[in-house]
Every structure is written in structure tokens, then in C-alpha cells.
């Protein structure tokens, strides 16, 4: 027992009260989870070792807006796992996003980026990063050349691309495009999250900042928000450095929450893809449907670069319906299994029409140009039994095929 602690018997009521409750047990075992720092603030034995904290000269934390014990940990593990030196926690996919483009660029600056990219990154970089000077051009992901030609019409500080693209399932060739972006001088940036690190490593592959949206595979159960960004630690401390200064910090319980679904993605990613594979094949066979996206159908344009690259074909697809927007909520609100919501990568199958939802802020002109069909259905396949999905997807297109007559004799 310290003197202070012994003083404090002698104090008033609400003073000892205050440092009885704020008092930490102390634990000699090791707990087998990461516990929840639950403190805005932590406490240091003198002003010296307070500064050297804050002003990043020694280890330590402060203040839970700049760093947390729990917060941290999960940065850690998610960068240990994509095959990072580091990652920075944030308190949203799209904090994340921000966090890494603003670290990387300034007025006057160009960025490259996938044309297929998802609504809030490209209002981001249009939008937001465009009222403060910095242009975007947007190509095919996957024509290399016109990727090569962008990069090299004039300097540019980044290319941006996703591994699986949102909502078209577009695979990108993170090695071809590592290549492509450092050969004219370009950071790479990869949005990881159709994927996650179980399926694909960017930057294992080469890329320079991997992003992941914590909020979708990594927390894997729909009840959390939360943003990684990993790679080396000379870029990871610029984009922990604007995190810091504009406070898109994550609560210690988000991280703790992640870091217990970071524990079974293998198991979840496993059976997503499966789940997805099968969803997939047998779309793929049914009246009404134009066409279905995902990986593992050899009708892919990425089917070969998809094998070699994923470890999986990932659970997420897209299909396309013959009777445009009409057939796709008709379609949606038909459907009975599925939870009718936002959002992916949960235990909960979701399905969406990206042209209302995730890609809102995309005029007709822009949909058509990230490649956005009218009727385009975007699904997130959770863990349901298979049999119960495909159940509930028959009656859902037998309703979309009655919503108009352009639906008939349609097929994939």
C-alpha cells in the first residue's frame, strides 16, 4: 500500500469513493482474451513519463483518442494476419479509408482508382478530397494498359484498387498492379474487405496499405463498427497521425468485439465461400437470371487470376436479373430467409440492390460507369443451411419474373 493510498483513509467520502472504484485489481495469470479498457485515460507516476507517452518518445498510453490497450492489440493481430509491420484501428471501414488517403495525399495531388469501387469511396475521393484540390481518374481495374496510361499521363501520389470490387466482384491482380503503381512512383492502396485476410494477403503481394472494414468479416456478426489499416510502419504512423489529429478513434469494446471474430474466420470464411460457390452455380441455371458474378464460376473474367490468388472464392456475389430495378425489389421483397438490411459479411445473409443502397450517391451515368446494371443484386451469403437459401431464392424469382414481361424466357 502506498502513502497516498494510506492518506486517502483520511479523506472525505466521495474523494476515497472515487479512488476506490478507479483502482485496478492486480492479475498474475494471463487472461486468454484481451480485456476491455474500458478508460478514456490512464494514469502516469510522474509529468515526465506523461509527456514522453503523448509525445510518442517511449511506449505507453494517456489518452484513449491517440491509443488503447485493446484498441491497439486488435491493430496489431489484423497486421500480423494481413503480413503487416503494423495497422491503426479505426472506428469505421470508411474512418479507415479517409484515414489512409489522407495520409498519403495533399492539394494538387492525382490519385488512380478502380472505376469499380465502392459509393462512399468514390463521393470520398470526388467529393470530399476533390473540394481540397486533389483529382481522381477512374479506369479499369483490369485493363492494365489503361492503368499504365493513367499513372503515366501525370504524376500521380496513388492507385487505388479492391481486391474484390464493390458490388461487381471484379478481382484485381494485386501483384500486376503493385508493379504497375511503383514503376511510376505511386503508392499502392487495396481495399481489402470482400476478401479479408483469410482470402487474400495484398500485401503479401505487394501492395503498400491494405484497408479492411473490421465492421464486415473480421466482427462477422453485424454488431460492430470498425476500421483497419496495415502495412509498413513508416506509413501506418502518417495514417495513425491523421487518425490521431482528426478522431476517428475506435471504442475499446468495437476492438474487443472484432478480436473475438477475428478469432473464427477461417471457419466463417470457409463456409461463406462455399455457401456463396453453391448460391452461385445454381443462379447461374435459373430463368431470369442475366448473369452471376463470383469467383468460382468459370464464367468469370477473373475465374483463372481468382484460383491463383484467393484462397477461396470469398462470400460475396452478385447477380444480375433480367427485369432491371422492378425484378430486383420485387425480388428483395420477397424474400423471407434473408435479412432485408445494409451491410455484409455476416452470419446473416444479405442481399441488396447496390444502385438504391450502397452506390446511392452514384447518378445513372456513374452506375453504368463502375459497371452497375440496373437490376444488379448484390449478396452477402451468411451461415444458413444451403437448401433453406436456395429455397427461399426459387420463390423470390418466381415473384421477380411476374414483375414484368421482360422477364420472360430470360436466362443466364
Not at 365 to 374: E, F
Request: hydrophobic share 50%; aromatic share 4%; with cysteine.
Amino acid at each position: 500500500m502506498t502513502q497516498r493510498d494510506g492518506a486517502a483513509r483520511r479523506r472525505g467520502f466521495a474523494t476515497r469513493a472515487i479512488r476506490a472504484a478507479s483502482r485496478a485489481p492486480q492479475v498474475d495469470q494471463r487472461p486468454t482474451s484481451v480485456p476491455i479498457y474500458q478508460s478514456a485515460t490512464f494514469s502516469s507516476q510522474d509529468a515526465d513519463e506523461l509527456a514522453a507517452v503523448l509525445t510518442d518518445q517511449r511506449p505507453g498510453y494517456a489518452y484513449s483518442r491517440i491509443d488503447n490497450p485493446t484498441t491497439s492489440a486488435l491493430a496489431a493481430a489484423v497486421a500480423e494476419l494481413e503480413g503487416g509491420e503494423a495497422g491503426m484501428s479505426f472506428a469505421t471501414g470508411m474512418a479507415a479509408i479517409h484515414g489512409a488517403l489522407l495520409a498519403l495525399v495533399s492539394a494538387g495531388d492525382r490519385i488512380v482508382s478502380t472505376r469499380a469501387v465502392y459509393g462512399s469511396t468514390r463521393a470520398l475521393q470526388a467529393n470530399v478530397l476533390g473540394r481540397f484540390g486533389v483529382t481522381t481518374d477512374y479506369v479499369d481495374i483490369t485493363d492494365h494498359a489503361a492503368v499504365e496510361a493513367s499513372l503515366a499521363a501525370a504524376p500521380a501520389r496513388l492507385l487505388y484498387a479492391e481486391t474484390i470490387s464493390n458490388p461487381t466482384i471484379v478481382v484485381a491482380d494485386i501483384a500486376a498492379l503493385a508493379a504497375i503503381a511503383h514503376r511510376h512512383g505511386a503508392t499502392f492502396v487495396v481495399d481489402n474487405t470482400f476478401a479479408s485476410p483469410y482470402v487474400c494477403r495484398p500485401l503479401e503481394l505487394g501492395a503498400d496499405l491494405v484497408i479492411e472494414s473490421a465492421t464486415k468479416y473480421l466482427g462477422g456478426h453485424s454488431d460492430v463498427l470498425a476500421g483497419i489499416v496495415s502495412g509498413s510502419r513508416e506509413l501506418v504512423r502518417r495514417v495513425r497521425d491523421v487518425q490521431v489529429d482528426t478522431g476517428g478513434s475506435l471504442a475499446p469494446l468495437a476492438a474487443f468485439l472484432v478480436l473475438r471474430g477475428v478469432a473464427t474466420l477461417a471457419v466463417r470464411m470457409e463456409r461463406h465461400a462455399a455457401t456463396a460457390a453453391a448460391l452461385a452455380a445454381w443462379l447461374a441455371r435459373q430463368d431470369g437470371v442475366v448473369r452471376v458474378h463470383h469467383p468460382s464460376l468459370a464464367s468469370h473474367r477473373q475465374h483463372a487470376l481468382a484460383s491463383r490468388q484467393l484462397t477461396v472464392g470469398g462470400g460475396m456475389l452478385a447477380v444480375e436479373l433480367a427485369g432491371g430495378r422492378p425484378a430486383g425489389a420485387a425480388f428483395i421483397d420477397a424474400l423471407s430467409v434473408t435479412e432485408l438490411t445494409a451491410s455484409l459479411g455476416s452470419v446473416h445473409t444479405m442481399v441488396v440492390h447496390p444502385p438504391s443502397t450502397t452506390h446511392r450517391q452514384l447518378d445513372d451515368r456513374a452506375l453504368a460507369d463502375a459497371g452497375i446494371a440496373p437490376g444488379l443484386l448484390r449478396i452477402s451469403a451468411g451461415l444458413e443451411d444451403v437448401d433453406d437459401l436456395v429455397a427461399d431464392f426459387a420463390a423470390a424469382l418466381v415473384v421477380a419474373r411476374a414483375a414484368g414481361p421482360a422477364l420472360a424466357g430470360a436466362r443466364a
